[in-house]
């Protein structure tokens, strides 16, 4: 009997002590502070979100790059992505890009190419295919040399801008370091509600080429807005779009382990107090995940 006992309680020790955690790092985009009068400055911003307890925070572009890595070097946080414009059109890439990477060697920063281009010109082409193709794979090669990972960055209304597009483009690059992006309102946004509910097929399906995901509060509906982003962008937490249930899927289901983001763009209000309430939300997600994979 004693013997019986100490088993369960070993056991139980041993449970809590290596239940499994949520590891995902959890970062923001620059837009959830972006434009508030207080803070103002790169440094204000990366103290609030490294202090507000997020893992890491977008690089906007080339021209704020310089900026921005001196804040994060400052406080030896992590810029979790570095977003650029790749044009099918000269200038075909920022004549900095190749430096600016060279500089992020060893930081686990996620290079994330978003790809514009006359879309009338450019209609999913093969010569264009062939040169978007050809300058991600001129990136990618930089960033091989760095250590780090690129994820090509559907957006809509830009050359590349569904997911569809942008996993074709990956595969075709056959790359190990290049993925892409899961965006959920980019998602949303081009596709309709009738073919939403296959998700998950297609989250399976990007998983071998899936480097990073960012999610936002969304109204799952055929948005008739004038700005679509009043439903497919809101604060975290928001709208009748299950964002657990889709985090559940990516954690627990795909084993995805990659980077998190929370896109934040068009979001009006209290900028400060936004950062506060989705790192909220953030953990209240993550607590009810270990505690959902504990019980499995």
């Not at 010109?121 to 250590?147: H, N, R, T």
């Not at 892409?180 to 097929?201: D, M, V």
């Not at 985090?247 to 936004?274: E, H, M, R, W």
Request: aromatic share 12%.
């Amino acid at each position: 009997m004693r013997l019986i006992i100490l088993t369960l309680i070993i056991g139980s020790f041993w449970k809590a002590g290596f239940a499994q955690k949520v590891t995902n790092d959890f970062f923001a985009l620059h837009n959830i502070i972006r434009g508030d009068s207080v803070y103002n400055t790169f440094e204000k911003q990366v103290q609030l979100i490294q202090n507000a307890g997020f893992d890491g925070i977008e690089i906007n572009q080339t021209d704020s790059f310089e900026g921005m890595k001196s804040a994060l070097d400052k406080y030896q946080f992590r810029g979790s992505y570095f977003y650029v414009k790749v044009s099918l059109a000269e200038p075909y890439i920022d004549q900095r890009l190749q430096a600016y990477i060279m500089q992020l060697q060893g930081s686990k920063t996620i290079i994330a190419p978003f790809i514009t281009g006359d879309s009338r010109k450019f209609k999913s082409s093969e010569a264009a295919d062939s040169l978007a193709a050809g300058l991600v794979s001129q990136i990618a090669g930089w960033a091989m040399q760095a250590g780090l990972q690129v994820a090509i960055y559907p957006h809509i209304g830009f050359y590349v801008e569904t997911t569809d597009h942008a996993l074709a483009l990956a595969k075709r690059i056959k790359s190990e370091n290049t993925g892409l992006s899961f965006n959920l309102c980019h998602w949303i946004a081009t596709t309709p509600l009738s073919e939403r509910g296959e998700l998950k097929t297609k989250l399976k399906e990007l998983k071998p080429y899936l480097k990073m995901v960012t999610i936002a509060g969304a109204n799952n509906v055929q948005s008739k807005n004038k700005n679509i982003w009043d439903d497919y962008i809101l604060p975290l937490g928001q709208g009748n779009f299950d964002n657990y249930d889709l985090l559940k899927y990516l954690v627990s289901d795909l084993k995805f382990t990659g980077p998190i983001g929370v896109q934040c763009y068009n979001i009006k209000g209290d900028k400060p107090a936004l950062v506060q309430n989705t790192i909220s939300v953030w953990k209240d997600y993550k607590s009810r995940l270990e505690s959902e994979i504990d019980k499995r």
